[in-house]
């Protein structure tokens, strides 16, 4: 009985992870969106410190 | 004038993206964008460490995570079978999903890892501001015990990621008190402000004696959007002239800025102007055409170089 739960379980944690995995992607900002974050954090933080 | 000091500066490290030149503290996290590797806030020593390996860390300590619950479940399954189809069926199953999730974090890692820092940055936003703005201060405290070549190479690191005009003016006075030459690491475009600034025209000036090459579209519409104050300068005609005999370097830029050509046409030194006279003939009419040839009757009808062209 404990084998076929933990199975599912198994089973369940890969879907689970999956679908994570594709929201990640699907999310993920590329390299130049990082640097403008960067740099827009910096830019407002400048005029916050001024 | 002030006389000018002989100074030797580090090369720049570029890289791809400039967020990569950020580093963190693992202790304070701290950011900085000076520090090699003890933390300038903290004083924490060896802390420092750059935010992509902050972030492939902490993915990787994901992927353990998940290594770990998948050894687990597979373990128990295991030990609880009771038949030989239910041991089947569990190792079928943890070789199933072993091999799907290590297909899809191979893949997605670089995904991962971006997503990570995206995080790190959105988070800790307030840290990383004020970050920056310490390093600006050490950058103040190095000017003020004398050494100036160091601060100039601070605040390059700093203006990599900090684009505000106080930044670039401190950097451009700094380099206006150094001897420039052309072995140097020296760099324009990410100098250019909006506003006109006497400054960076002069430094504009001498870059486009020593090193053409950094002249480029940008800093050609500059010196076009503020031609009139420029002309207002001492050496203001020099400037322009060594902007035009900079954009004499490709066809594409005479193409581009035949109006800045044209009026100084005048005032280039002979090998640039040999240049532009070559591709004035090639194209044969407009006012750049008419001006060139000009300059051509004038002054140099008789000289050689120009005749077997
Ligand atoms: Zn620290």
Known sequence: MVTYVVTI?????????????????????????????????????????? | MMKKIAVTLR??????????KLKICRNCRHFTVL???????CGKASA???VEKKAAGIVRRDHWLTGL???????????????????????AAGAAVAALLWTLQKRLTPALRRMQLQKMFQQYRYELASGL??????????????????????????????HNDQLKLEQIMLLQTFQLRKDMDLMIE??????????????????????????K??????????????????????ILAAVAGAAVRKDRYMTMYPYLLTRYARFLPKDRFLRLFKYAKSARSGPLYDEVMRIYEEKYKWEPDFQNT
């Open chain 1, 9 to 50: 379980l198994l089973v369940v944690f890969a879907g689970i992870k999956v679908f994570h995995y594709r929201y990640q992607m699907k999310q993920a900002p590329s390299p130049k969106q990082l640097s403008r974050l960067v740099l827009s954090t910096l830019k407002r933080g400048q005029s916050d410190h001024e």
């Open chain 2, 11 to 20: 090369p720049y490290n570029r890289v791809p993206f400039a967020y990569q």
């Open chain 2, 35 to 41: 520090g090699e590797r003890d933390c300038m806030s």
């Open chain 2, 48 to 50: 420092l460490q750059s």
């Open chain 2, 69 to 91: 619950v998948w050894l687990l479940l597979s373990l128990i399954g295991l030990l609880f079978s009771s038949s030989s189809l239910q041991t089947v069926l569990v190792i």
């Open chain 2, 133 to 162: 703005a310490i390093d600006h201060q050490a950058a103040i405290r190095v000017f003020q015990e004398g050494d100036k070549p160091r601060t100039y190479e601070m605040l390059r690191e700093i203006g990599s990621l900090v």
């Open chain 2, 190 to 215: 990410p100098l250019l402000m909006d506003s006109f600034n006497t400054d960076l025209v002069s430094y504009i000036g001498e870059i486009a004696k020593i090193r053409r090459d950094l002249i």
């Open chain 2, 217 to 238: 579209e940008n800093t050609f519409r500059y010196v076009l959007l503020h031609e009139m104050r420029i002309l207002s300068m001492p050496s203001g005609e020099a």
